[in-house]
């Protein structure tokens, strides 16, 4: 009995990979149609640049989690993906674009996730989705903040846009660009979370993430939509402004 659960184990783990090494070749032919573009508030978010320092945690929405996963493979990061079965396919096709991985959630197998990747992939960014695995859709869980203050790194929300994505009818509205449209990200800065927060503390963090998420998200779907970067005010965030737009980074394809 145990050699057969074995053996199905391991036919499964084979087919999912081929599954997933199909859907990462289609991914990227779909990715290399794509019209890219990137702007950010800080020069040293980018991880692909060569002046990037440091590591940080990279947040963005679980509806867009694909395509970016294609386009940022081999730049030093680590995916951080849910402990549940549905999960499984998403990290084959994160590790067949050339990322790291490590399981778990702020709800269950966290701790064991830090563990990992404190032991193995310290010198790594994250990136992670804080309203996977599961939503509710583009609400900010606290595991982020929690995460960042513990282990002392630093957060960058990500604002991804498609235009005009055929969505599909799961939680979180699943988005996949058309192929030849406009993909835009607009990166934040640098978010600095303290030591040692108070729940009060960690409510009023994940409040003022979430807020920056959902309006860098609306810059950069205002900007796929209509392909003209919006107008921003100095000061909208408090991190020096910079504004420089580009065709390739994060390692995208061009």
Not at 163 to 171: E, L
Request: charged share 20%; proline share 6%.
């Amino acid at each position: 009995m145990e050699t057969h659960n074995s053996l199905m184990h391991s036919t499964k783990r084979i087919l999912l990979r081929s599954v997933a090494q199909a859907l990462g070749v289609s991914i990227k032919g779909l990715v290399a149609t794509l019209d890219k573009r990137i702007v950010d508030y800080e020069t040293n978010c980018d991880a692909s640049l060569q002046e990037f320092q440091g590591q940080v945690i990279y947040v963005l929405w679980h509806e867009y989690f694909l395509l970016p996963t294609a386009m940022t493979g081999g730049c030093n990061l680590t995916l951080l993906i849910g402990t549940h079965p549905d999960a499984d396919w998403l990290g084959e096709i994160a590790r067949s674009f050339g990322f790291d991985t490590v399981r778990g959630s702020s709800n269950k197998g966290g701790i064991k996730a830090i563990l990992k990747y404190t032991r193995e992939h310290r010198d790594t960014s994250l990136v992670m989705t804080p309203d996977g695995p599961r939503g509710p859709r583009r609400v900010l869980s606290p595991g982020c903040i929690q995460l960042a203050s513990f282990l002392q790194i630093p957060i960058v929300p990500t604002g991804i846009g498609y235009d005009r994505p055929r969505r599909y009818p799961s939680w979180d509205r699943f988005a996949i660009p058309r192929i030849g449209s406009r993909i835009r990200f607009v990166l934040g800065p640098r978010v600095h979370i303290p030591r040692k927060l108070s729940d009060a503390q960690v409510a009023l963090w994940r409040e003022y993430v979430e807020s920056m998420l959902h309006r860098l998200s609306d810059e950069a779907e205002s900007w796929a939509l209509d392909g003209i970067p919006r107008e921003r005010e100095r000061g909208m965030y408090p991190a020096p402004y910079a504004s420089v737009v580009r065709t390739s980074s994060l390692g995208l394809v061009t």
